[in-house]
């Protein structure tokens, strides 16, 4: 099979592993869903790590929803409705709660909305947008937003470099962006099968970053990366007084 030119850094990637379609995260608790017998091949750049599935480009937002963002698709993801927004709310305002009322915050990728929601009802300016469950939704009043959350949505877009621009051109010239994604450093390597549990295509996790690759594709549109965790990573341009805070912790 032929490689592939990473979207992060531009460099060969070449095929990692197949796995099956219906490989899920809910295998991390022991449940396995029923083989498909669809063959979901992913990439590795060899130089930045960036790991990703380059047949779901081709995919439209109808072919998502029907094959994965389904009725089916809290089965592999129970979290996703109530759970992470709570933890997430929770961890906003305990950072920022105190000066809350001097920023406009977006919640990007929101699902349903429920995180904004929860901040809203703790007094926030908050606004939850959805283009890739709602391609036809558009925001009343953009403009530029302070705070930008994006909770699991890097994993789950084909286009990570419109995904960056999109959400830069809503983002203040020294907003800050928090992104949860799940680093695969220590997980997917050169020359080794792909065991890990995040790397699931039933929960649409089709590009997966090392922590190199996320700093590049920062890096590539203007930013800063720093991270918390393997987990929680923010990315920002010129830091804020808002947030000087934030960036002491971190
Ligand atoms: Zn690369």
Redesign the pocket.
Known sequence: MNSVP??????P?APLDVVDFNKSCAESWGTHLPLTGIPVYYYL?D????CHAPQFRDWRPEDYRERIYNERYIEVDPDYVEKRPAIAASGLIQTFGNVSSSIRHLDYGSGSGVLSRMLREAGWDSTAYDPYANPDSALDNPGRFDLITAYEIFEHVADVNHLMADISGLLAEDGVLILSTLLSDGFIAPRQRITWWYASPRNGHISLFSKQ?LA?LAGRHGYHLGGFSPALHVMWRTVPPWASHFFKIG
């Open positions: 990473c979207p992060v850094c531009g460099s990637c750049c130089k930045c790590g960036y690759s590049t």
